[in-house]
């Protein structure tokens, strides 16, 4: 089973990471928005006092100059204090409306310079200068402003309950949502682990509330009936074949053993690679009789005498070497093993066989310690490795790894450069094997 993403976690965790950039980018705006708010409300109010006061001014030059708690204004540069005249030789920081910002306008520093500046031409060549006024720097410092500061309190609690009241059920939504979402998944998945049993593919299937939910389990049971039909097909037709040549290979058997009799106890080497070829015929076709049972009962088992099966099996399929150059390497430890003899005989003389016929002059070498058995040969260089290579196995290298499945055996398989090496490991319990 393949571990992965939970669909659950990766829905909540993207609805979640959505609500804390909101929060986030809602946090960095307000504060910038509501200076910004300021500074356009101070703008408003010094621009439409400049704008009086030049009216009245073109009226009368004499008219006194704006003046009251929050800003100040003076007629000409030479009349600015000091401070104020030396922001003014540097570029403001942000021009807002009708005013001008010098200084850092985001600075901790209470003794860092920070003023905002309206400039209004008089007409006359004269400009009207107005600035705010930091009363911190005063005698007795500002004045404070119970009320207000309590309803400015007031609002920034407000802000604080309202982004609240709107994370805590966006919350609640989305835990909502993940449920209703992810629970038809759930039950999809566990209905997906119950199709393995036939009485459950063809009762009636559960809705899953969303149609393409529906649509992916119609697929997923359709998919799972092909499959059990193909299976059964396959076993039918193996268990068809397998029971058919018992009768024309007993006859064969028959007959070799009729003109063993003839001859003399004797048969010519044709005949006994006719009779050879028959017995491991039957052999092959028992197996697969046994494979084609849909729960098959446990061969019986034996003490069995690797070196001796090993030895036999060796001379009974040394024709295959012929005139070649190929030297045996044999190291079986003797030590009885309780074992199902036939299939024990079927698997390592289908790898044996495979060795002594399709190796390159060399050695083959043959290793038993119990639990695992290894052969191994030359072959000739390979090119890359194809899914159906299985260097001419009498059954196939497949049908090996199924029979081994079922017998609880494991295979493995290690294709080199020009080496091809099976180990097969005798240890009972869940069949497995690996390539590499």
Same mark, same amino acid.
């Given at each position: 089973?393949?571990?992965?993403?939970?669909?659950?976690? &990766?829905?909540?965790?993207?609805?979640?990471?959505?609500?804390?950039? &909101?929060?986030?980018?809602?946090?960095?705006?307000?504060?910038?928005?509501?200076?910004?708010?300021?500074?356009?409300?101070? %703008?408003?109010?010094? $621009?439409?006092?400049?704008?009086?006061?030049?009216?009245?001014?073109?009226?009368?030059?004499?008219?006194?100059?704006?003046?009251?708690? +929050?800003?100040? %204004?003076?007629?000409?540069?030479?009349?600015?204090?000091?401070?104020?005249? =030396?922001?003014?030789?540097?570029?403001?920081?942000?021009?807002?409306?009708?005013?001008?910002?010098?200084?850092?306008?985001?600075?901790?520093?209470?003794?860092?310079?920070?003023?905002?500046?309206?400039?209004?031409?008089?007409?006359?060549?004269?400009?009207?200068?107005?600035?705010?006024?930091?009363?911190?720097?005063?005698?007795?410092?500002?004045?404070?402003?119970?009320?207000?500061?309590?309803?400015?309190?007031? &609002?920034?609690?407000?802000?604080?309950?309202?982004?609240?009241?709107?994370?805590?059920?966006?919350?609640?939504?989305?835990?909502?949502?993940?449920?209703?979402?992810?629970?038809?998944?759930?039950?999809?998945?566990?209905?997906? #682990?119950?199709?393995?049993?036939? =009485?459950?593919?063809?009762?009636?299937?559960?809705?899953?509330?969303?149609?393409?939910?529906?649509?992916?389990?119609?697929?997923?049971?359709? %998919?799972?009936?092909?499959?059990?039909?193909?299976?059964?097909? $396959?076993?039918?037709?193996?268990?068809?074949?397998?029971?058919?040549?018992?009768?024309?290979?007993?006859?064969?058997?028959?007959?070799?053993? @009729?003109?063993? @009799?003839?001859?003399?106890?004797?048969?010519?080497?044709? @005949?006994?690679?006719?009779?050879? %070829?028959? @017995?491991?015929?039957?052999?092959?076709?028992?197996?697969?009789?046994?494979?084609?049972?849909?729960?098959?009962?446990?061969?019986?088992?034996?003490?069995?005498?690797?070196?001796?099966?090993?030895?036999?099996?060796?001379?009974?399929?040394?024709?295959?070497?012929?005139?070649?150059?190929?030297?045996?390497? !044999?190291?079986?430890?003797?030590?009885?093993?309780?074992?199902?003899?036939?299939?024990?005989?079927?698997?390592?003389?289908?790898?044996?066989?495979?060795?002594?016929?399709?190796?390159?002059?060399?050695?083959? =070498? !043959?290793? +038993?310690?119990?639990?695992?058995?290894?052969?191994?040969?030359?072959?000739?260089?390979?090119?890359?490795?194809?899914?159906?290579?299985?260097?001419?196995?009498?059954?196939?290298?497949?049908?090996?790894?199924?029979?081994?499945?079922?017998?609880?055996?494991?295979? =493995?398989?290690?294709? $080199?450069?020009?080496?091809?090496?099976? !180990?097969?490991?005798?240890?009972? #319990?869940?069949?497995?094997?690996?390539?590499?």
């Amino acid at each position: 089973m393949r571990n992965g993403l939970s669909l659950k976690w &990766v829905i909540s965790g993207s609805f979640l990471c959505l609500i804390a950039v &909101v929060l986030v980018i809602y946090s960095k705006l307000l504060p910038e928005f509501t200076v910004r708010g300021l500074f356009y409300t101070a %703008s408003a109010m010094m $621009e439409e006092e400049a704008q009086y006061f030049l009216r009245h001014y073109k009226q009368d030059p004499t008219t006194p100059t704006p003046h009251n708690y +929050f800003y100040t %204004s003076v007629i000409g540069k030479e009349a600015l204090p000091q401070d104020v005249r =030396e922001l003014l030789t540097t570029s403001p920081s942000l021009s807002f409306g009708a005013v001008n910002i010098f200084g850092d306008l985001y600075s901790d520093d209470d003794d860092e310079p920070f003023q905002i500046i309206l400039e209004q031409p008089l007409g006359d060549g004269n400009t009207l200068y107005m600035y705010d006024i930091d009363h911190d720097k005063e005698a007795g410092g500002e004045v404070e402003t119970p009320l207000s500061d309590a309803y400015f309190d007031q &609002v920034i609690e407000s802000v604080k309950f309202i982004s609240l009241a709107v994370f805590v059920p966006a919350l609640i939504i989305i835990a909502l949502l993940v449920w209703w979402l992810v629970r038809p998944l759930g039950r999809l998945v566990q209905w997906s #682990g119950t199709l393995k049993d036939p =009485e459950a593919l063809a009762g009636t299937r559960p809705g899953f509330s969303f149609k393409e939910f529906n649509m992916l389990a119609d697929a997923l049971a359709k %998919s799972v009936e092909q499959v059990q039909a193909a299976s059964e097909r $396959e076993g039918r037709l193996l268990r068809y074949t397998s029971h058919e040549l018992r009768t024309p290979l007993a006859v064969l058997k028959a007959t070799i053993e @009729l003109l063993t @009799l003839q001859s003399g106890g004797a048969l010519p080497p044709s @005949l006994q690679r006719i009779e050879r %070829s028959v @017995l491991n015929m039957q052999l092959i076709a028992e197996t697969l009789l046994w494979m084609s049972r849909e729960r098959p009962e446990s061969l019986p088992e034996e003490d069995v005498n690797l070196s001796e099966v090993v030895g036999e099996l060796i001379e009974k399929h040394r024709y295959l070497i012929g005139n070649r150059d190929i030297k045996l390497s !044999i190291d079986i430890h003797n030590e009885p093993c309780r074992l199902p003899p036939t299939a024990c005989r079927i698997v390592i003389g289908n790898f044996l066989r495979n060795a002594l016929q399709y190796a390159e002059e060399g050695t083959v =070498e !043959i290793r +038993f310690k119990y639990p695992r058995l290894m052969i191994a040969n030359h072959i000739r260089e390979t090119g890359p490795q194809q899914e159906s290579d299985d260097f001419g196995y009498g059954l196939g290298l497949q049908l090996m790894r199924e029979l081994c499945a079922k017998l609880g055996w494991q295979i =493995e398989v290690i294709r $080199e450069q020009q080496r091809f090496t099976v !180990i097969l490991d005798f240890t009972s #319990g869940r069949g497995g094997e690996s390539s590499s």
